[in-house]
């Protein structure tokens, strides 16, 4: 802020922001705009951005100084009712202790076609509302009214902030697509910044210098014309579709003007660690130790192993401070707050297990990260960082811990924070960059063993075994609902099995894998057709379906984890029946030894017993290998499709086989 300065006096003079005609204006709806059935260039889109404009400026106010100013209007064509969601309007409002991000000029109105006449509704008060989502961000939410299949919804407003260096990312693509898009960024000279592009869109700006007649001064004027831009499609497998999502970030890097004054916004990724380090939120805290001293000693009185010891403060803080689902770097009111409250936020908890860990002679760490809703930073911001974890060195093993999540374990963090890396904080404040991805498979072991009943249907006993994340994904599944809840769910994800005599083993041992095993019964799996019977050996636990079905695909494939799913399953051959044919051994391998797949069914004493191995071993799978991955699925698809045929043996067949061994 540049209260009381020479910079004020002169940049009073310099900001006069220039009246940009709109192509589109304001309340101009046609009614060309409100009979279109569909979006021309996707039928498939519920609703579409016709118009969007944005205008973002400075501006000088005498009573704080130098402001950012930020004009929005946006037009929405409704399709039907599945668009109706996008004629609600959130605005964030951020906010630092006193000052904060204002609205103003907040207009709207729907409008609709009846009886060949536009009769338009205006947006009113009440259907605005203002709440505080967060410590640091306040909301604005408009919902449109009186909304019809065909409507059009069009609404305007400015934003002042005085966070001159935040310049919010100009968006270019979002889940709908947009027929046209104006935009422009002015920027005095006397400031430096970047242009940070992402997405996939070939953007063009057209850079021009436009002069203040007055003081004969220049700004820089970026400006976006762009047409036509189609949806941005949500794919299986992506963690934040945000981080792919086409738009321009500008970045302020320093503020100077000659003979007067230079004010440095500039930071690389050290800077910001060094800043937030030096919070009293976040540092200071780490020093504290007193409050938990006593309690923890009796915890570690009798335990030397550190790697013992790290279990021990990980249960420790677990069942001393609850998370309160508040995510910070730093902590809210502080570890010793927390610790005598028994609530507090990702920073309260994970700070306090650095603390204790410290405490119990371990090499300890705060890792600051991006969890996956806050995306992946472009650049060095203290906005980048929303989470903090803790690490530890034992022995030359390098540990993640987050206390926030009750079926966590080490090396096994919330899948919240699974995003890409984060930046591990030494002592004295400097950093060093951290891989969060998981490194060990999550495995999937299941074995079935069933018999093929006489009128189609199937019964048998499962039993299956997770690890790792697999493990701490059932917990939160099956402890989030009652255990009947839980069954429902698990029949309806089997093709409606029937489940019975239901048993859990080490659902509370967070060191062991979770065992589930149960009784099956389905009906209707073999089919009978001339004394054979056919039927997929895998039953109900195909893959049936690719879930890769793009042509092609612009951002990799996101699995959070390495993998693998193991199925053995063992089918007693009915009485009477002889193998007819099986499907024949087959494994595929994907590129770069990133997975494999293995199928084998054999016959062994009565019974027929078939292995599927699917193996991933990497947790993300660059955009150029999609169609390997997209074929490997096919294959696999393929092969999980293919049927048994049993065949009954008949008495001369039985004979001729007697005949034969003599």
Same mark, same amino acid.
Request: hydrophobic share 35%; charged share 25%.
């Given at each position: 802020m540049f209260?009381?300065?020479?910079i004020?006096?002169?940049?009073?003079?310099l900001?006069?922001?220039?009246?940009?005609s709109?192509e589109l204006k304001?309340?101009k709806?046609?009614k060309?705009e409100l009979e279109?059935k569909?979006y021309p260039?996707?039928?498939?889109?519920?609703?579409?951005y016709?118009?969007r404009?944005r205008?973002?400026?400075?501006?000088y106010?005498?009573h704080?100084?130098l402001?950012l100013?930020t004009?929005?209007?946006?037009?929405?064509?409704i399709?039907?009712?599945?668009?109706f969601k996008?004629?609600t309007?959130?605005i964030?409002l951020?906010k630092?202790?006193n000052?904060?991000v204002e609205i103003?000029?907040?207009?709207g109105?729907?409008?609709?076609?009846?009886?060949?006449?536009i009769?338009e509704?205006k947006?009113?008060?009440?259907?605005?509302?203002?709440s505080?989502?967060?410590?640091?961000?306040?909301q604005v939410k408009?919902?449109m009214?009186n909304?019809?299949?065909?409507?059009v919804?069009e609404?305007?407003?400015?934003?002042?902030?005085?966070f001159?260096?935040?310049?919010?990312?100009?968006?270019?693509?979002?889940?709908?697509p947009i027929?046209?898009v104006?935009a422009?960024?002015?920027?005095f000279d006397y400031?430096?910044?970047?242009?940070?592009h992402?997405g996939f869109?070939?953007i063009?700006p057209?850079t021009t210098?436009v002069l203040?007649?007055t003081?004969?001064?220049?700004?820089v004027?970026?400006e976006?014309n762009?047409n036509d831009?189609p949806?941005?499609?949500e794919?299986?497998f992506?963690?934040?579709?945000?981080n792919?999502?086409s738009?321009?970030?500008f970045?302020?890097?320093?503020?100077e003007i000659?003979?007067s004054?230079f004010?440095n916004f500039s930071?690389s990724?050290?800077d910001?660690v060094k800043?937030?380090y030096?919070?009293?939120s976040f540092?200071?805290e780490l020093?504290?130790k007193?409050?938990?001293?006593?309690?923890l000693d009796?915890e570690l009185?009798?335990i030397?192993?550190?790697r013992k010891r790290l279990?021990i403060?990980?249960?420790?803080?677990r069942?001393k401070v609850?998370?309160?689902?508040y995510?910070g770097?730093?902590c809210d009111?502080?570890v010793?707050?927390?610790?005598k409250e028994k609530l507090?936020n990702s920073?309260?908890?994970?700070?306090?297990?650095?603390?204790?860990?410290k405490?119990?002679g371990?090499k300890?760490y705060?890792?600051?990260?991006?969890?996956r809703?806050?995306?992946i930073?472009?650049?060095?911001t203290?906005?980048g960082?929303n989470y903090v974890?803790?690490?530890?060195?034992i022995?030359?093993?390098e540990?993640?811990?987050?206390?926030t999540?009750p079926?966590s374990?080490?090396?096994?963090l919330?899948?919240?924070?699974?995003?890409?890396w984060g930046r591990?904080?030494?002592?004295?404040?400097?950093s060093?960059?951290v891989? *969060?991805a !998981?490194k060990?498979k999550s495995? =999937?072991?299941s074995?079935?063993? $069933?018999?093929?009943?006489? #009128? +189609?249907?199937?019964?048998?006993?499962?039993k299956?075994?997770y690890?790792?994340y697999?493990?701490?994904?059932?917990?939160?599944?099956?402890n989030?609902?009652?255990?009947?809840?839980?069954?429902?769910?698990?029949?309806?994800?089997?093709?409606d099995?029937e489940i019975?005599?239901?048993?859990?083993?080490?659902n509370?041992?967070? *060191?062991k !894998?979770?065992v589930q095993?149960? =009784?099956?019964?389905?009906?209707? $799996?073999?089919d009978?057709? #001339? +004394?054979k019977?056919?039927?997929?050996p895998?039953?109900?636990k195909?893959?049936?379906?690719?879930?890769?079905?793009?042509e092609e695909?612009e951002f990799?494939?996101?699995?959070g984890y390495p993998?693998?799913?193991?199925?053995?399953?063992k089918?007693k051959?009915p009485e009477g029946?002889q193998v007819?044919?099986i499907?024949?051994?087959t494994?595929i391998?994907?590129?770069?030894?990133?997975?494999?797949?293995k199928?084998?069914?054999?016959?062994?004493?009565g019974?027929?017993v078939?292995?599927?191995?699917?193996?991933?071993?990497v947790?993300?799978v660059?955009?150029?290998?999609?169609q390997?991955?997209k074929?490997?699925?096919?294959l696999?698809?393929?092969?999980?499709?293919e049927?048994v045929?049993?065949?009954?043996?008949?008495?001369?067949g039985?004979?001729?086989?007697?005949?034969?061994?003599r």
């Open positions: 209260k009381h300065s020479m004020i006096v002169f940049l009073v003079f900001v006069h922001p220039e009246i940009q709109q304001f309340g709806v046609t060309i279109e569909t260039k996707d039928s498939s889109a519920n609703a579409a016709l118009y404009y205008n973002s400026y400075y501006e106010n005498s704080v100084g402001e100013i004009e929005i209007q946006e037009r929405i064509k399709y039907n009712k599945d668009g996008y004629a309007k959130i964030n951020y630092s202790g000052t904060d103003s000029g907040l207009k109105y729907s409008y609709a076609l009846i009886d060949g006449e009769v509704t947006l009113d008060k009440s259907s605005i509302f203002k505080e989502y967060s410590k640091n961000v306040n408009l919902t009214p909304l019809k299949e065909g409507s919804v609404y305007k407003y400015r934003l002042k902030s005085p001159i260096q935040s310049i919010s990312e100009f968006r270019f693509q979002e889940e709908i027929r046209k104006e422009s960024m002015r920027i400031f430096k910044f970047n242009q940070r992402k869109l070939n063009k057209v210098s203040n007649n003081l004969n001064v220049n700004a004027r970026t976006f762009l831009i949806a941005l499609k794919e299986p992506v963690t934040n579709i945000d792919y999502r738009a321009v970030k970045e302020i890097e320093s503020l000659p003979g004054t004010k930071k990724w050290d910001v800043s937030i030096n919070s009293s540092g200071a020093k504290k007193k409050y938990f001293e006593d309690e009796v009185a009798t030397s192993d550190q279990d403060v990980l249960n420790f803080v069942k609850k998370w309160n689902e995510m770097v730093g009111e502080g010793k707050v927390a610790y507090g920073g309260d908890i994970n700070l306090m297990i650095v603390a204790m860990l405490y119990a371990i300890a705060p890792v600051l990260i991006s969890t809703d806050n995306g930073p472009l650049f060095p203290i906005q960082f974890i803790a690490s530890a060195k022995n030359d093993k540990y993640l811990i987050d206390g999540d079926y374990t080490v090396n096994i919330p899948l919240r924070a699974l995003n890409w591990m904080v030494s002592d004295s404040g400097s060093t960059m891989e *969060l !998981p060990k495995v =999937d072991l074995m079935l063993n $069933v018999t093929l009943n006489d #009128d +189609g249907s199937i019964e048998g006993n499962y299956q075994r690890t790792q697999n493990a701490m994904l059932f917990r939160k599944a099956y989030h609902s009652t255990e009947d809840t839980f069954l429902e769910e698990l029949e309806k994800e089997n093709d099995i019975s005599n239901y048993e859990i083993k080490y509370e041992d967070l *060191l !894998p979770i095993s149960y =009784d099956i019964f389905k009906e209707d $799996v073999v009978q057709v #001339d +004394g019977l056919y039927f997929s895998l039953f109900y195909s893959v049936s379906e690719n879930p890769f079905k793009s695909r990799p494939v996101e699995f993998w693998e799913d193991k199925l053995v399953i089918i051959i029946y007819e044919s499907p024949e051994t494994m391998a994907l590129p770069e030894q990133m997975g494999n797949f199928y084998n069914i054999s016959e062994q004493q019974s027929l078939v292995n599927s191995e699917i193996s991933l071993n947790s993300l660059p955009a150029q290998e999609y390997f991955l074929e490997f699925y096919n696999l698809v393929q092969k999980q499709s049927k045929v049993l065949s009954k043996i008949t008495k001369n039985i004979e001729d086989s007697a005949a034969g061994s």
